[in-house]
């Protein structure tokens, strides 16, 4: 079962450079220190150096060895432009506005990952998701065969027999209501994702009806797009549409969907709608207890990942973990 050890071998066989494109936040800082003093992570700040060593010192935080890249003094920021350029020439996007718009750590970051010069990028302590999200779609854009970028919550919750308890929820972030073929590939994305975290994927296609106990178009949805990522992933096992009762609960599977292999134990939640999928989750980590992670991007040719705005500095430091191993 997952726990942050094993992603933390995995990077120490390969370490990272992970972007931050907040460098002078405390909470950035922090996480910085510890991923600094472990050798596993190497972290890139993104701003003005001057400011960014006057915040680590005002904190206490010791950041020495970071690498601290400024846009304003990057020696490769016309090769940065052009490469810009090229990227957004359908836009027609011109050499001034490219410099503007690299002025912005979000944008300055993507980029840094587009070049090779980091692995991966972590942001929105201070941006919003779309802030991160725009730049990532617009320069890393999508895997091929991918034409969404959707997000994945993986929850985790100590138990009684000492292992962790270990969920994966989506989308619970992005697309706010997907079609029948974006939740097919919200579904592929969200069981690699899980198997990460050491979770077997056993996918519930969440509704408000099990087998047709309740009618109306996002039952249909949901029962379609199930049997749509059963044909498209044969190997996972799938179930839907399905109640949230009868996925989770044995006693309820035997009522509901007896003859169902899935009813009963599944673990990687699709949700129907961006709503149902962020009030799940909470519901989860605050009434659950469970630690949620995430959300977690899926979909792009390059690990990005957004934080909330609302994030402390141990949640900065697990989202970088998780985001380099996901390199």
Do not use: W
């Not at 005002?58 to 970071?66: K, L, Q, T, V």
């Not at 940065?80 to 300055?108: H, W």
């Not at 970051?109 to 972590?122: E, F, I, P, Q, S």
């Not at 706010?176 to 198997?195: M, W």
């Amino acid at each position: 079962m997952f726990g942050f050890g094993q992603l933390i071998e995995i990077l120490k066989k390969s370490p990272k450079k992970i972007v931050f494109t907040e460098g002078k936040d405390p909470r950035i800082l922090e996480a910085s220190s510890r991923l600094l003093a472990s050798y596993f992570l190497h972290p890139i700040l993104v701003g003005n150096e001057d400011e960014i060593l006057e915040a680590a010192e005002e904190s206490g935080f010791n950041i020495r060895g970071a690498e601290i890249i400024d846009p304003d003094k990057f020696d490769r920021m016309d090769e940065m432009i052009d490469l810009f350029c090229e990227l957004r020439k359908s836009k027609g996007v011109t050499p001034e506005q490219a410099k503007k718009m690299l002025a912005q750590g979000n944008y300055f970051g993507t980029m840094l990952v587009k070049m090779g010069l980091a692995d991966a990028l972590l942001g929105g302590a201070t941006y919003s998701t779309a802030d991160t999200v725009r730049p990532a779609l617009q320069l890393i854009k999508t895997k091929p065969g991918n034409s969404i970028v959707s997000s994945c919550f993986i929850l985790v919750r100590p138990s009684a027999t000492g292992e962790n308890e270990v969920l994966a929820m989506a989308d619970c972030a992005i697309n706010i209501r997907p079609t029948e073929d974006e939740l097919v590939e919200i579904a592929g994305e969200a069981a690699a994702c899980a198997k990460i975290f050491g979770i077997d994927p056993k996918l519930a296609f969440l509704s408000y009806s099990t087998f047709g106990s309740g009618a109306g178009e996002d039952v249909d949805r949901m029962r379609n797009a199930a049997q749509k990522a059963k044909k498209q992933y044969p190997d996972l096992p799938i179930e839907g549409e399905i109640q949230f009762d009868a996925a989770v609960s044995l006693n309820v599977a035997r009522t509901k969907c007896p003859d169902s292999e899935v009813a009963g134990h599944a673990n990687t939640f699709i949700f129907p709608d961006i709503s149902s999928g962020n009030i799940g989750y909470k519901i989860a980590q605050r009434l659950g207890h469970f630690d949620a992670y995430g959300p977690i991007l899926l979909g792009l040719n390059a690990p990005i990942n957004d934080l909330s705005r609302g994030c402390n500095a141990s949640e900065v430091y697990s989202m970088a973990i998780i985001t380099a191993a996901l390199a």
